[in-house]
């Protein structure tokens, strides 16, 4: 899980984005063929996320895509 000293934000952008050695990892992975998800723990901790069954559909939609 990434806490929020995982994350910076750029002027100009409403997103954050990873640094240090958490992207250093995720770059190494994506070389090796992994699909990342990033999981920041203010996202996994917050009330949207408090049940099993949305944590489990969040996981798929992110790693399989939605259902459209």
């Not at 009330?47 to 969040?58: G, H, I, L, T, V």
Request: charged fraction near 25%; charge should be positive.
């Amino acid at each position: 899980m990434l806490d929020r000293n995982s994350f910076c934000h750029r002027l100009g952008s409403t997103k954050p984005h990873l640094r240090g050695l958490p992207l250093l990892h995720k770059r190494h992975l994506e070389l090796l063929g992994y699909q990342v998800v990033l999981v920041p723990v203010f996202h996994w901790d917050s009330m949207q996320m408090a049940s099993k069954e949305a944590r489990y559909n969040f996981l798929k939609e992110k790693i399989f895509g939605s259902e459209d």
